[in-house]
């Protein structure tokens, strides 16, 4: 096939063939060359990936590789598809009927990205699965910008500590905002890469969240003394802080 014919395969202005990786909760995992647009999500897990295992709900896909954001299955996603006389037409569509192509996955609010596509059942939780992307992108930073460096390695202490159990109301909003300060301020693209599944899962999966950040905010934190001051350090009362385990420790004993 040449490449006259090779571009005539698949959807207008998505046109060839890819590789995807279908991983996560399916019944046959692998890679599969698919025409670009002519298969759908649904087609996809349900036909070529053997489908969910036995029992199981679809609850999320990430299309994309771990770095796109998340798809919550129930929702409906409004996508313009370019025809091939060119016109665009407006669909309403469930997750299953996205197909899959870089406009349409770009239209539901996510990226075709690298083809990894993860499959998420009704068994997964959420903040869970948000922790392990967090741990790669924290232990991958390369340092060199303050935001990537520090912000993936706050959210995935904050998504740690929420799977632990130390969880503050804040969190999920402290997230949200670490994400928002990491995107579009970095030298390389990671900086979108490691901020996308935060702010994505927070958002889709805010209940789950919310289930995690249950204690109250830690009080403020203490004022600066001057040395003076600490001269009379017996004075100063001592103020368990968020990050500090005393503070876990103070919230189980019911002191905070
Ligand atoms: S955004 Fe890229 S260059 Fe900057 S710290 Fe992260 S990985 Fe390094």
Redesign the pocket.
């Known amino acids: 096939m040449g490449g006259v014919n090779y571009a005539r395969l698949g959807r207008p202005n998505n046109t060839g063939t890819r590789i995807v990786c279908v991983s996560g909760d399916v019944q046959r995992p692998g890679y599969f060359e698919i025409e670009v647009g002519a298969v759908t999500i649904g087609q996809l897990i349900y036909e070529m990936a053997g489908g969910l295992k036995p029992g199981r709900k679809l609850k999320a896909i990430i299309p994309g590789g771990s770095s796109a954001k998340v798809l919550r299955a129930g929702e409906r996603f409004k996508l313009k598809q370019k025809q091939p006389d060119g016109a665009s037409i407006e669909r309403e569509m469930s997750i299953d009927e996205i197909p899959m192509d870089f406009d349409s996955l770009a239209a539901a609010g996510s990226m075709a990205g690298s083809g990894g596509v993860i499959v998420l059942d009704d068994s997964r939780d959420m903040v869970w699965a948000l922790n392990n992307i967090n741990e790669f992108y924290a232990h991958e930073?390369?340092?060199?910008?303050t935001p990537?460096?520090e912000g993936s390695l706050w959210m995935q202490k904050i998504t740690d500590r929420m799977l632990r159990g130390g969880g503050v109301t804040e969190d999920p909003k402290t997230l949200k905002s670490i994400g928002g300060n990491i995107a579009g301020r970095?030298?390389?693209a990671?900086?979108e890469a490691c901020a996308w599944p935060t702010q994505s899962f927070v958002e889709k999966f805010p209940e789950e969240f919310a289930a995690r950040a249950q204690k109250p905010v830690p009080p403020a934190l203490p004022p600066e003394y001057t040395p003076e001051e600490l001269i009379e350090a017996e004075s100063i009362q001592a103020v368990p802080m968020a990050h500090d385990p005393g503070w876990e420790k103070a919230g189980a004993a019911g002191l905070i």
């Open positions: 930073s390369c340092g060199q910008c990537c460096r970095t030298i390389c990671f900086g």
